[in-house]
């Protein structure tokens, strides 16, 4: 069975500190790779999208960004952090198009990142 | 327009009761409908695939309207643990790609 995996789950940084979370996924190949945030009391927000090693898009302008060095490992850093950063990030797959397996989109458990 | 509207309550309910959310859309290309679960502060959960004939999972039901673009649920039976926030999932598959648009989602609170 496919699982997900999200790390750190709560993190406080301060303000113009850099950031990395790191999400993998096991038990599928070739799978598309989502960034979303949460901010308290709003919707999802998708931030980046994958549908390949290296295929990043952006989805908003921000100081925030992707990359998918391996199949299953999607990142998120960013340089400086500001305190409009803070919120609550989830990293999600969903199976490709092309593999017929369905459409769900299936969540790690997300980061708490508070910027101080 | 919102590519994916739903009434953001709350929804305040006796338990036992039967309630029942909509969810309109925008993008008339869209192909897979879902239903996600968020508790309070953790990642959402699929609940349920919505299709136009109409499914039920227990005291769950969800139904697509493709003509005029909307979904609903409606949840019979209403248990203290129904409690959440209810997001409506839209999603279009574009050059391999899967566009996948949430809604900002449905709180429901359940009332002793």
């Known amino acids: ?116 | 327009r919102k590519e994916v509207e739903q009434d953001p309550g709350p929804f305040n309910v006796p338990e036992g009761a039967t309630v029942a959310f909509n969810c309109t859309y925008s993008n008339s290309a869209s192909q897979s409908f879902f239903w996600y679960r968020q508790d309070c502060r953790k990642e959402p959960k699929l609940l349920m695939s919505v299709y136009s004939s109409g499914n039920e999972d227990g005291r769950f039901t969800a139904q697509l309207n493709r003509a005029s673009q909307y979904i609903s649920l409606l949840i019979r039976d209403s248990k203290l643990s129904d409690s959440a926030t209810y997001l409506c999932v839209v999603i279009l598959n574009s050059g391999g790609y899967q566009k996948v648009t949430f809604g900002t989602g449905t709180k429901l609170q359940v009332i002793p």
């Open chain 1, 1 to 116: 069975s496919q699982t997900i995996h999200q790390w750190p789950a709560t993190l406080v940084q301060p303000v113009g500190s850099p950031l990395s979370l790191e999400c993998t996924v096991e038990g599928t190949s070739n799978p598309n790779l989502y960034w979303y945030r949460q901010a308290a009391g709003r919707g999802l927000q998708l931030l980046f999208y994958s549908v390949g090693i290296g295929q990043i898009s952006s989805e908003v302008p921000q100081n925030l960004s992707a990359s998918r060095p391996q199949d299953r490992q999607f990142i998120l850093s960013s340089k400086k952090l500001l305190l409009s950063d803070s919120g609550f990030y989830l990293c999600a797959w969903s199976h490709h198009p092309g593999q017929g397996a369905g459409n769900t989109i299936y969540f790690g458990e997300g980061s708490w990142l508070t910027v101080v």
